[in-house]
């Protein structure tokens, strides 16, 4: 079974803090994704990446980058968190156009 | 531009009574659309993956189904267990590979 485990359940920081939410996959899936669901919006999808050291923007990129250093790990950065980005972050791989599986998400607030 | 809208927003049912979600989409060029189940708290779990009209797939009380334009979860007999919020997802023959776009989910409770 996949497993895509994010380090944090929750997190509280402070606005202007520089935050870093990690999220391990132990499938060797090639492709990597980070996403953020808020009421009413549905997820959305920030960063993507198809390999180590690749990353792509995705609708909502702004406030936001990403590092793949090694394959199964995929870190989305928050540079300067803002009360905006308070939010349910989720985590997700898959291999080659199969299914995303997801972790069980981190909740940050932001205050 | 791909969409995704799932109606309706939220949908209480009685135990045993049957019903349908539904998931309208426009894509591009559809490579598939995906159904997934999310429980509070929790990431979402897949369910199906549908990639033709006409197609339909089977898991307990759960059955989706899929058209040029939409597709359905039918609920049979649900029971209080099957109570979560259901995504409706499509994946485009174009653009990025594995790259979903979601709608907006469906929040069904239901009563024993």
């Known amino acids: 079974d996949v497993k895509v485990t994010q380090s944090s359940r929750y997190l509280v920081k402070r606005t202007g803090e520089k935050v870093f939410l990690e999220c391990v996959q132990d499938m060797d899936h090639e492709n990597m994704f980070w996403y953020r669901q808020d009421p009413g919006l549905g997820l959305r999808l920030i960063y993507f990446?198809?390999?180590?050291?690749?990353?792509e923007k995705g609708d909502i990129p702004e406030g936001y980058s990403v590092s793949r250093e090694k394959k199964e790990r995929f870190s989305l950065i928050l540079e300067s968190a803002s009360t905006n980005q308070t939010s349910m972050y989720l985590c997700?791989?898959?291999?080659?156009?199969?299914?995303?599986?997801f972790g069980n998400g981190t909740r940050l607030t932001v205050t | 531009e791909d969409q995704v809208t799932q109606s309706p927003e939220a949908l209480r049912l009685q135990e045993g009574e049957s019903s349908s979600l539904n998931c309208s989409y426009t894509?591009?060029?559809?490579?598939?659309l995906f159904w997934y189940r999310q429980d509070p708290g929790k990431g979402p779990e897949f369910l199906f993956t549908?990639?033709?009209a006409g197609e339909e797939k089977e898991k307990e009380r759960l059955k989706a189904t899929l058209t040029k334009k939409e597709s359905f979860l039918h609920i049979t007999a649900p029971k209080p267990e099957d109570s979560a919020t259901y995504l409706c997802a499509v994946q485009a023959v174009t653009g990025a590979n594995s790259k979903l776009t979601f709608g907006k989910g469906i929040t069904l409770s239901v009563r024993p």
């Open positions: 997700a791989s898959s291999w080659g156009v199969l299914p995303l599986h």
């Open positions: 549908l990639y033709s």
């Open positions: 894509v591009s060029g559809l490579r598939g």
């Open positions: 990446s198809y390999d180590v050291k690749m990353k």
